[in-house]
């Protein structure tokens, strides 16, 4: 992502915050795995949304009309020895240079610098409670200048959350965020299709993952959005389930649930298929109506609509689809007031996607369900789960679950699937996988 996209978001905060604040967000830290073993470094979303800056211990500082600049970064000099061992850093010089930070200096030097660009300060806005290290050292600092009031010298009298400011900043995407959405998509969707295509019974889950994984770093994205779900069978009835070590059986479903992330923003994308290559009967019925369900709640999303439309239209379909079944008994009005589908279907249609996979922004505003907006992106995938030990219902359809995601792009008219690159219907499905 170009540079002058993270100039425009630091220029929209700083117009927010308005003169006479400052705003101060830190970095990710790098975390232990074991031993001297680190996990891969991903930077924090929020801080990464706002400098594109790709290195751990690092703090940006913002504050409007400072004469001598107003976005300061600091972060750590530029060191030889650990280029040699680590690979590239910024420095101070890059951090200026590359990062168009306005002004930069050492992380070491945070407790002399900073608490000086607190004095006389109105409000300082920080991700309160994130990171335990700055709110300890913020009330040091607020402490510091406190104590020297008989110089004229005054301390912020107000904290205010960053990140409500910044997560409504987030939650409409600009075009440059749809194309890497679409890129993370796109290259998905290639990774679910691949799979889909060369599954056989008696492959493991875990080779099962290997090969989307394998399809995502050979299209040029080495990182997952999130641990891969590779359920066959009872399994996924699991909601979560990451185990991934099960060997397929002919004759189970299969649910994967897996996406990549490009440049740091996720594709969430959730297919369910026989892994025999055709459905049995049972297994068909209860597709056919989850995907009945994910086809009414799209037709819930434009402009202007609530979102828990959608959501509504979803159950509404399944809770009549399972009386008709006979997995559920009553008057539909009345199970779903009563919310007897959460047997089966117990979590929301979707959530929002972005930098995080449960991305960021409020789903209500003033306790009313929030209208939908053009550039907003959401998943929208219903489920059906019936548990392998659910003796109310007929034995053939104990151990089937089945959930079908897309992730969705609200346009100005409508909406845009951008995972529309793997098959979904029962008929597609079964003719892509038996062609291989």
């Not at 801080?47 to 600049?69: H, K, M, S």
């Not at 056919?288 to 037709?299: F, G, K, R």
């Not at 998943?379 to 548990?387: N, S």
């Amino acid at each position: 992502m170009k540079q002058s996209e993270f100039k425009k978001r630091r220029k929209k905060l700083m117009q927010t915050i308005g003169y006479g604040n400052i705003a101060i967000i830190a970095s990710a830290d790098m975390r232990i795995r074991n031993r001297d073993v680190h996990y891969p470094f991903r930077q924090d979303s929020d801080f990464y949304y706002l400098t594109g800056f790709n290195e751990a211990d690092a703090l940006a500082v913002f504050i409007p009309g400072r004469a001598q600049g107003e976005y300061i970064l600091f972060c750590r000099e530029f060191d030889p020895k650990k280029a040699l061992w680590e690979g590239a850093h910024a420095g101070l010089d890059g951090a200026v240079k590359k990062y168009e930070a306005d002004d930069a200096f050492p992380i070491d030097d945070l407790d002399d610098i900073l608490p000086g660009m607190l004095e006389n300060k109105g409000k300082v806005y920080y991700p309160m409670g994130r990171n335990s290290d700055l709110d300890h050292n913020l009330l040091i600092w607020l402490n510091d200048i406190r104590g020297q009031s008989r110089s004229g010298i005054t301390a912020p009298n107000e904290l205010v959350s960053l990140e409500h400011i910044l997560h409504e900043m987030r939650l409409i995407k600009t075009d440059a965020e749809v194309q890497l959405l679409r890129k993370a998509a796109e290259v998905s969707a290639q990774g679910h299709l691949k799979i889909m295509q060369q599954v056989r019974a008696g492959h493991f889950e875990y080779q099962v993952e290997a090969d989307l994984v394998h399809t995502f770093m050979q299209n040029g994205l080495r990182a997952v959005a999130y641990p891969s779900i590779v359920a066959g069978g009872k399994n996924a009835c699991v909601l979560h389930y990451t185990e991934n070590k099960d060997r397929l059986k002919s004759g189970d479903l299969l649910l994967v649930d897996a996406g990549a992330e490009c440049d740091h923003y996720a594709a969430d994308i959730t297919r369910t298929f026989p892994v025999s290559g055709r459905f049995s009967e049972a297994q068909r019925e209860l597709y056919q109506l989850v995907l009945d369900a994910q086809l009414a709640a799209l037709d819930r999303i434009k402009p202007g609509l609530a979102w828990n439309l959608a959501h509504d239209a979803a159950v509404e379909v399944i809770t009549k689809g399972l009386v008709k079944l006979g997995l559920l008994k009553g008057r539909v009005p009345t199970l779903i007031k009563n919310e007897k589908y959460k047997e089966f279907f117990m979590h929301r249609i979707g959530h929002w996607l972005g930098m995080d996979v449960h991305d960021v922004g409020a789903y209500k505003i003033e306790n009313e369900w929030r209208l939908l907006q053009a550039g907003m992106v959401l998943t929208v995938e219903p489920g059906l789960y019936i548990p392998e030990d659910c003796k109310q219902v007929d034995a053939k359809w104990r151990g089937i679950g089945i959930r079908i995601e897309d992730d969705v792009l609200v346009t100005a008219d409508g909406y845009e699937v951008l995972t529309h690159g793997v098959p979904k219907t029962i008929a597609d499905i079964e003719r892509v996988m038996q062609a291989a």
